[in-house]
Structures are given as structure tokens and as C-alpha cells.
């Protein structure tokens, strides 16, 4: 026993948690970042500081940003490591809220330590406390609930024993992984309490690679020797679970083609002659025309979101069914799909020893690789591409520059605006572990991309990490260049420059209201008469500001000067921004897809009345998916 406390006791096990796939060893939470206020700098602080040398903190500058430098980490990682991170009470508690959220949603473990009130309330009300007058129990903390996979209060010393265990278990399922959330109260924090001994030791957290019931997967392969036209959509799951050899193994045994949703890109190197690369409503013409006409759809690790469905439009075929390999009892659930409840490797792997001596039909496989070859024509078609004679490059051609630095071990880092799309189609998958590419877009939250990079970076210091962060995302939140200065990380950011909202003003453009609200502009505000039509850009330095926080920055004018700008900073010891100026309107075009995004009904604008058409005619290709993998 040693007399700890709280907190003391809470950093002491953090620091000796260790997971284990496949008989391999590491240690769970590579530090601890942090933000201190009342709530957190007495209690938790106190411990950290007294145990520092056990585990590490470091300082962020924003607590959102903190939660995506652990998912980001976290991802790199394949969901085997992760940080904590701490804050005070009150408005440093629930600026990770949005940050719990975009872990979860992505099934990326984070640890949240937010501080709390008083668990005896005697000071109350205190400083940043939110007063619910009905409920006592209540706090600013219970907006973690819906956003974590697991929530307690620890307000007794004894309950932090039972609640670390439950938050570990939870945080090392890969099925029920998530943000993880103990909401600390300032006065148990620094509570003492006896520590038995063995809470403080070692302990090894075992990742089972769980295989699938046998009856599922026999009705698997019966749905597949069955099946005419299938097509395999590949997942996060696949990159997390390391089955990108076993997906690779099973394709060429079988000539079934691959689609990739967002999490799941580069599952299968673009190089194969069966990718067909991105799939839905951001997808490639290969993959969407594949999708359209399939019979039987295998998900491997796939949530199924309404990007890579198109919706619900992408699978045209009446008697479609599908197949869903997924860890998680709840994504293989859906769209009726016969449920093969597995770790994806192992699932990848019994599928291509039960479906020995199977090849997919001769047809299908060459109209698969016929679509994969055109694909690959257009995709060079559309990244050499100009832009206005004079005017900036395109993002297509910023993408292949990117891509072209990053070669075969770099990682590209992303999440938001028109990139995600632009990305997912044009990006070359080169890295056989399906690492080189992480889009953040099950949250698709802007200001992920710089704290995510930087996560990335901790995870794979010996891989070169580029940023790819619009202009609309960088000034959500450019303070994290602070941390990767601080904490000397090398990340290149490519800072794209649109002025504006390029992929929602694309959008609004489309539903019929012309872009409104979507440009950096002068508001009219009657003062200084403003044309409409006029292209004047707001007097912002965004370059200027990155170099204003301590960065390196090189300024590109050209295709030739965003070269060399990305060649100059290999080798440099901290973030080093490229910044570039893009083509607002020359966009990747989609193929043959569609986006649920409901126009008005009703409308006094012609430009929303026809909008409102095209939504009609589009959205008579939803479908259910309803139909049984037992008939
Ligand atoms: C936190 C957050 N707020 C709003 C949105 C909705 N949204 C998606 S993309 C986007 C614009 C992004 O602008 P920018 O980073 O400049 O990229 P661009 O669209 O110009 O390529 C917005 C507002 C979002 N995804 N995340
Ligand atoms: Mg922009």
C-alpha cells in the first residue's frame, strides 16, 4: 500500500499501462498533454510535475486541438497508443467536447481527463461552474456523456480504481474504443487515499484478434461463390487491424475488385491492377460504376457513412446484399448484411482458405481492371490540368506535388473542406500498410489538420508527415503551431489558400444560393459601398501569421515554387509551412455519384426551384437495402 493521492495514483497508473497485439509490447499512453486552470493545476498538475520523469507532459494550446494530437497519434498508431489529456473546470472542459466527439466517431482511443467541481460542494458555486438548480449531479462535464464510449466522475478516492480498469478495458477494445472520459473533481484530485500495490503495477492490456462464428463465415462464402458481380469495400478496419497483406492476399486469389472508403484509402496500393480506388460520393468513376452494378458487397471494417454509399444511391442493383466484416457487433449489422462479427485479418484470412480454387467471374474481374485503367487516365488527365492563365494553381496539382514529395513513406494528413473529396479520388496509395494516408472524415472537423499532423509525427518520428490545411480550417485553429515549435515537431503544412469556403460555397452554388456566405469579403455594412462582383480579398496575411507563431514559412506563387519549397523543408527540426495560393473554382468534378443534401421545397428563387428538380430526379436512387442474406 502507499499512501497517494488521487491524482498521484491516477498518473502513476497511466505511466505502467501496456498493450499487446500479436505478441508484440508497448507501452498505452505516450504522455500527457495538458492545459491548466483552477480544476487541475493543484491536483493532477501537482502529480505530474512530482512524476514527470514516468510520464511526459507537454503543454497545448487549445484543448480541442489537444484531443486530435491523441487521435491523431492514436490512428498512426493502429489504435495501440494514445495521450491523456487534462484541463482545468469549466470552458477548458468542454472545448474537448469536440475533440471527444471526432475520437469517437473515428473509433480512435483518447483518454479525457477534464476537472470537475467540488465532489463535497462546499465552495459552491465556484469559478466557471455551470449551476443546473434542478440537479446537483449535474455539471458542464455531463456533455462528455453522448460523446464518450465510457463516462464516470470519480468523486471518492476508492472509485478511481474500478474506473481507470473500466477506462482501459474500454480505450483497448477495438470494438468499443472511443474517447474515454474521467471527469475529475478538483478537491478528490488531491485526496489521499491508500494505493494497493497492485493497481500501481505493471499491466498488459491483450488486443485478441477475435475470429468470426463459423457459421458466418460458411454463409460468407456461400454468399460469394454465389454471388456474380461482388466487390470488396475496404475500411479503417483494415488499416487498423494490419490486414492490408491479407486483403492483398485475398484479392489476388479471388480477382474480386476493392473499393476504399475515406479511413479505409490505400488499403490496397493504388498500383493494383484490381484498386479501383476511392468509392461513393467522393469516389472514382472505377469504383462508382463497380458499386452500381454489384450483387454482393463485402465491407471490411467499413461504418458504412453516407459518403461512402453515396447515400444510399452507390449499390443500384435490386437484389444487392451485403457482407460486413467488422469487429463491432453494431457496423455489421447494417444494411441487412449477413453479420461476420471478426477481427478483419483473421476474417480476411479463413476467407481465402475457405474460398480456395474460387475465382470471381471472368467478365466482372476484366471490366474491373478495363475501369481501373480508365480511371487511372483520367486521374492523370485531371492533375495536369491549369488554372486561369496567370491565376494560382489548382488543388489537383497542389495534391500531385504533395504526393509526388511524399513518395512511398510519407503520410499526408487532412480532414476538412474540398480536400478530403479531392484528395480521396486523385491520392496515389503507395505505402503496402496503407499509412500514407489519413483523412480525418468521420468528423470532418476543421482545425483537426495541424494537432492531427502533429500527432503523427510523435507516432512515426522517422516518416515525413505533410499537412494539407485550407485556409478556412487554418484559422480555426493556427495555435497548435505553437506546440509543434515548442516541442520541435517537423511537420510540413501546406497552408492552401482559397479565400474562403471553397468546397461549401461549391455546395451552396449547387442547392441554388449562389455561394452565399462562403467568401472572405467586406460585410456591407453601409458604410463603404461594396460591389458584389467585386474579387477584392481581405487584407489577411495567413503566411505572415504562421511566421508570427514561430514557423518556418516559404511562400509558393507557382507549381515550381511549391517544388522547392517542400524539397527545402525535408530534413528541418520544426513545422515548416508552405503556403500557397489556390484556384477557388477549377474543382475535381465528382463521377457518377451523388450527396443527400436536401433542397428547399418551396422558394421565390428560380436557381433553388431547379436545384430542388435535379434534388427530386437524384434522390429516386436511394434505396434501403433491405433484402435478407438468407434467401
Ligand atoms: C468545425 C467545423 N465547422 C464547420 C464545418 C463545415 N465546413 C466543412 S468544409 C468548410 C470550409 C473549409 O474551408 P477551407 O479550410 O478554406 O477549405 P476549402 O473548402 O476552401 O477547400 C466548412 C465551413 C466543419 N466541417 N467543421
Ligand atoms: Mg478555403
Known amino acids: 500500500m502507499s499512501r497517494l493521492t488521487v491524482a498521484q495514483a491516477l498518473v502513476r497508473f497511466l505511466a505502467v499501462q501496456e498493450v499487446e497485439r500479436d505478441g508484440e509490447r508497448s507501452r498505452f499512453f505516450a504522455g500527457c498533454f495538458g492545459i491548466f486552470g483552477h480544476g487541475n493545476v493543484a491536483g493532477i498538475g501537482q502529480a505530474l510535475h512530482q512524476y514527470r520523469d514516468v510520464l511526459a507532459f507537454h503543454p497545448a494550446r487549445n484543448e480541442q486541438a489537444m484531443v486530435h494530437i491523441a487521435a491523431g497519434y492514436a490512428r498512426q498508431r493502429n489504435r495501440l497508443g494514445t495521450f491523456a489529456c ?12 469536440t475533440g471527444a466527439a471526432a475520437a469517437t466517431i473515428n473509433r480512435l482511443p483518447v483518454l479525457l481527463l477534464p476537472g470537475d467541481t467540488f465532489a463535497t460542494r462546499t465552495p459552491h458555486p465556484v469559478l466557471q461552474m455551470l449551476e443546473v438548480p ?28 474500478p474506473a481507470a480498469l473500466e477506462a482501459m478495458r474500454v480505450l483497448t477494445d477495438p470494438a468499443e474504443t472511443g474517447a474515454v472520459t474521467l471527469a475529475m473533481p478538483e478537491d478528490v484530485q488531491a485526496e489521499a487515499f491508500e494505493v494497493p500495490d497492485e ?3 505493471r499491466r498488459v492490456w491483450t488486443v485478441y484478434r477475435q475470429p468470426p462464428a463459423p457459421a458466418a463465415l460458411t454463409r460468407a462464402a456461400e454468399l460469394i461463390r454465389g454471388a456474380r458481380r461482388p466487390l470488396i469495400v475496404a475500411g479503417g478496419g483494415v488499416v487498423y487491424s494490419e490486414a492490408t497483406a491479407a486483403l492483398r492476399a485475398l484479392v489476388d486469389a479471388s480477382g474480386i475488385p476493392v473499393g476504399e472508403t475515406m479511413a479505409g484509402r490505400g488499403a490496397l496500393v493504388s498500383e493494383h491492377p484490381l484498386s479501383l480506388g476511392a468509392i461513393g460520393a467522393t469516389g472514382t468513376s472505377a469504383a462508382n460504376r463497380l458499386a452500381r452494378d454489384a450483387d454482393l458487397v463485402i465491407g471490411v471494417g467499413t461504418r458504412w457513412s453516407d459518403f461512402t454509399t453515396a447515400s444510399k ?35 480476411l484470412e479463413q476467407l481465402r482458405d475457405v474460398l480456395a480454387g474460387y475465382r470471381v467471374d471472368r467478365d466482372w474481374e476484366g471490366r474491373a481492371r478495363a475501369q481501373a485503367r480508365e480511371w487511372a487516365d483520367e486521374l492523370a488527365r485531371v492533375i495536369s490540368l491549369d488554372g ?17 514529395a511524399a513518395g512511398k513513406t510519407g503520410i499526408l494528413v487532412n480532414a476538412a473542406g474540398s480536400a478530403p473529396g479531392d484528395l480521396h479520388k486523385l491520392w496515389v496509395a503507395r505505402d503496402p500498410a496503407g499509412k500514407g494516408y489519413h483523412v480525418e472524415y468521420g468528423y470532418s472537423c476543421m482545425g483537426y489538420e495541424i494537432p492531427g ?6 507516432a512515426a518520428p522517422e516518416r515525413e508527415v505533410y499537412v494539407l490545411v485550407g485556409d478556412g480550417s487554418y484559422l480555426l485553429m493556427p495555435g497548435e503551431l505553437v506546440t509543434a515549435v515548442a516541442e520541435r515537431v517537423p511537420i510540413v503544412i501546406v497552408l492552401v489558400d482559397n ?35 467585386s474579387t477584392e480579398v481581405l487584407p489577411i496575411d495567413l503566411a505572415a501569421n504562421a511566421e508570427s507563431l514561430g514557423a518556418r514559412v516559404v511562400r509558393a506563387g507557382s507549381i515550381a515554387e511549391l517544388r522547392e519549397g517542400l524539397e527545402s523543408a525535408r530534413g528541418a527540426d520544426g513545422p515548416v509551412v508552405v503556403y500557397v495560393e489556390a484556384d477557388r473554382y477549377r474543382g475535381v468534378p465528382g463521377y ?8 428547399a421545397e418551396v422558394s421565390e428563387e428560380d436557381s433553388v426551384r431547379e436545384a430542388r428538380e435535379v434534388y427530386e430526379r437524384d434522390h429516386a436512387a436511394q434505396r434501403q437495402y433491405l433484402r435478407s442474406v438468407h434467401d
Open 453 to 458: 499532423g502533429i500527432g503523427v509525427k510523435l
Open 388 to 404: 486561369d492563365p496567370g491565376g494560382p494553381p489548382t488543388q489537383a496539382q497542389i495534391i500531385k506535388e504533395i504526393n509526388d
Open 499 to 533: 479565400h474562403g469556403y471553397a468546397s461549401i460555397g461549391a455546395l451552396s452554388r449547387s442547392i441554388g444560393s449562389s455561394g452565399f456566405g462562403t467568401l472572405y469579403r467586406f460585410a456591407d455594412n453601409g458604410s463603404v459601398p461594396v460591389d458584389p462582383a
Open 199 to 201: 493497481f500501481l503495477g
Open 86 to 97: 487534462t484541463t482545468s473546470v469549466g470552458p477548458g472542459a468542454t472545448n474537448m467536447v
Open 313 to 347: 444511391s452507390a449499390f443500384q442493383d435490386p437484389g444487392v446484399r451485403f457482407v460486413n466484416v467488422n469487429v463491432a457487433g453494431f457496423d455489421a449489422g447494417k444494411h441487412s448484411g449477413l453479420p461476420v462479427v471478426g477481427d478483419a485479418r483473421v476474417v
Open 592 to 599: 457518377e455519384t451523388w450527396w443527400d443534401v436536401p433542397v
Open 134 to 161: 434542478h440537479d446537483a449531479t449535474v455539471s458542464a462535464n455531463d456533455c462528455f456523456r453522448p460523446v464518450s464510449r465510457f463516462y464516470e466522475r470519480v468523486e471518492r478516492p476508492e472509485q478511481l480504481i
